[in-house]
């Protein structure tokens, strides 16, 4: 056990950084609670994940607005998906790109979907890189000061292991039929 927490203090910022490229709720969660235990630090995890955040979004959006050939090849399968951020983007304005931040599912797409259009990337990135600092203190302190809590939890979880594939299926179903009810075609 106390290898893998050496390989965390070692490597985990490192994942950190590569896993918040695309996302990071769940890095840094990790990442939250480790510095709870005193195995990372809070501060540098939090700008580690920041920094990672705000690049990946960017570099998404700049991905859909000057190679879009290539990143349409890509998204062939996500049409419908990819409609629902373009309606959601609609609906909700620049507050998106705030609440893209923590819904998973559309995370990736939202920034492709706003570079798709002639949205302003000055704009993007400026309301993005706020975003992502909003994100990194919810998640990041919110995980810290819950940190008893969530140990306990994966304590249960590691005495019940029966218990996690429960969660990831309700959670994982949930979160797809969200998604095909969202993109489901209409019958008129």
Known sequence: MEDTFSNLATYGYIGLFLYSLGGG??????AGVLSYMGKMDLQTSMAVAFVANALGDVLLF???????SMMMDGLRKHRRKLALSHIMMKKYG?????IQKFVYGI??????AIGLTKYD???????????AAVW???VGLG?????????????LIGEKPWIAPIILV????SLWLYLEKATKKKKY
């Open 170 to 173: 309700v959670f994982g179903g």
């Open 62 to 68: 700049y991905m859909a607005r000057y190679q879009k």
């Open 121 to 131: 990337f000055k704009k993007f990135a400026i309301l993005n890189v706020a975003s």
């Open 136 to 138: 990194t203190l919810v």
């Open 94 to 98: 620049s507050w998106i790109i705030l």
């Open 143 to 155: 995980s810290y000061y819950s940190g008893e809590p969530l140990m306990k939890l994966a304590t």
């Open 25 to 30: 709720f769940v890095a840094l969660i990790g």
């Open 107 to 112: 995370k990736t797409l939202i920034p492709i």
